[in-house]
């Protein structure tokens, strides 16, 4: 059977997949209306406050994110909109103009459910083997070696 | 313009997967490696020798032999920004998926 859950990188472009149970246009709307998309968006242990949500492009969705002690603002702005099917948008306001990057959402009717096909597109390949570096510096130590020798096991055992 | 080699390219190939994690656990000579498969000593060679371009293993000289060590530094770029990345939205999706599944319910 084909595995519809993946995940692969394409030099500046990460794709992940998901098959979801569910009709496409419920699909569309948990992604659209905030009353929805605050039940799953962020991080685990976070709330959403959201400010505005305008989903036609060039509009803008801004909210809040509560969460270890903070409120974190965010802003995404849509940059294409195809109900139901495809919905593209640009995270905003990183420290660098270079680390943002957009995304787009892919939305296709597979017998009643919904295949997802995420496409997160950063400026250049350049820019991803930067954010890796950079993320390697901050963590370092401990965390990241007991997952390298998690992953290593994991190579050990196949 | 001298092309790198991308450590993910390197991990891609599950031939080569298959060396670092042999290379993990000791250092090998290039025909203890080969042993280890089908294919042959050149092509077993070749992939040694793109790790090797890569970063993720160093060639040792020890007397008449040479061996390959597993660099592990290398390989934690690998498990970085992209796989958190990735663990981060397939979080999210589990997130989404369950919460379709709720709202589903209710309606029936």
């Given amino acids: 059977m084909e595995n519809y859950n993946t995940f692969k990188q394409e030099e500046n472009i990460l794709i992940h997949t998901r098959l979801l149970d569910a009709p496409r246009d419920l699909v569309w709307e948990v992604w659209t209306n905030p009353e929805h998309i605050k039940e799953w968006w962020g991080p685990n242990g976070f709330s959403l406050t959201t400010k505005s949500m305008t989903v036609e492009p060039g509009k803008i969705w801004d909210f809040i994110m509560h969460g270890m002690g903070k409120d974190w603002d965010n802003k995404i702005e849509y940059v294409e909109v195809k109900k139901p099917s495809l919905l593209t948008y640009k995270h905003s306001g990183e420290r660098s103009e270079d680390y943002n990057f957009t995304v787009s959402i892919l939305f296709e009717d597979v017998e009643g459910k919904t295949l997802l096909t995420m496409k997160s597109v950063f400026k250049s390949k350049a820019i991803i083997e930067e954010l890796n570096r950079k993320v390697n510096a901050i963590e370092g130590g401990k965390q990241t070696l007991n997952r390298l020798e998690n992953y290593l096991k994991i190579l050990g055992n196949e | ?108």
């Fill in chain 2, 1 to 108: 313009m001298t092309q790198t080699r991308d450590i993910f390219q390197a991990i891609a190939d599950p031939t080569r997967r298959q060396i670092i994690g042999m290379l993990a656990r000791k250092s090998l000579n290039v025909n203890a490696i080969a042993q280890e498969f089908d294919i042959t000593r050149q092509a077993v060679s070749l992939h040694v020798q793109l790790l090797n371009e890569c970063g993720l293993i160093v060639i040792k000289q020890q007397g008449r032999e040479r061996y390959c060590e597993a660099k592990l530094s290398k390989l934690k770029e690998v498990t970085d920004w992209v796989d958190q990345y990735r663990k981060y939205w397939d979080n999210k999706f589990d997130s989404l998926e369950s919460y379709l599944a709720k709202i589903q319910k209710k309606k029936k």
